[in-house]
């Protein structure tokens, strides 16, 4: 059976991808309507609050699309073996309104990923100052005794990520002595959500003569 869809007693095995690289299985009654399965998933993840996210598939035409919630998952997913991914699909205006530490999590977690895959292009003084408030979240305060060398490599923050750009997060981290991962995270938001890209998802369309076109 391909990843994403095994049966087992009338049961049907739905993989979830989440955006920080983790991934969550579930065994469902594939009649079910795709609310379950995200009470499922959100239930797992202790996400109390989700209305800012949601399940995207491809489907057989090679088309992404979003889990609906008030209809079946057979319905929507039929018996292809799709693999569903869990993403931010309304971006906040004011990151200050997710004061659930679950929903701040993922949020920040998929702008990690929108920025390393270049859909919000950043000056490299803006990376070096967003980097580093990631490593804050993720290692605490800079500690000479831990933290050698290049320990920021370990994080990518941009597919073309030079020695430079780490160095310049390292130091910007050692500035920020004591701040905590929530503090750390909104900060993160704060200063991302006015550049261009932020919130956009392009999607492939043909046009005349089958032009391909971002929209």
């Not at 490599?153 to 997060?169: A, C, D, H, P, Y």
Request: with cysteine.
């Amino acid at each position: 059976m391909p990843l994403g869809f095994t049966r087992h007693h009338q049961l049907t095995t739905y993989a979830i991808r989440l955006c920080d690289g983790g991934e969550r299985t579930f065994d469902l009654e594939c009649s079910v309507k795709g609310r379950v399965l995200m009470d499922e998933l959100c239930a797992s993840l202790g996400l109390h609050v989700h209305r800012y996210f949601g399940l995207r598939f491809t489907d057989g035409l090679n088309l992404t699309r979003w889990l609906f919630l008030n209809k079946s998952l057979h319905c929507q997913l039929g018996d292809t073996g799709t693999v569903l991914h869990f993403n931010v699909r309304f971006y906040a205006l004011n990151p200050d309104f997710l004061e659930e530490e679950a929903a701040r999590y993922y949020f920040f977690a998929q702008v990690r990923r929108d920025i390393r895959h270049l859909r919000i292009p950043l000056a490299h003084h803006i990376l070096a100052e967003i980097g580093a408030y990631a490593v804050q979240a993720e290692l605490g305060s800079y500690d000479p005794s831990v933290h050698k060398k290049n320990y920021v490599s370990g994080f990518r923050f941009v597919q073309n990520q030079t020695e430079q750009l780490e160095m310049k997060i390292a130091e910007n981290h050692r500035k920020l002595q004591g701040g905590t991962p929530a503090e750390m995270e909104i900060c993160f938001l704060r200063r991302i959500k006015d550049f261009n890209g932020y919130g956009l998802h392009l999607q492939t369309c043909k046009v005349y003569a089958l032009i391909p076109l971002l929209i």
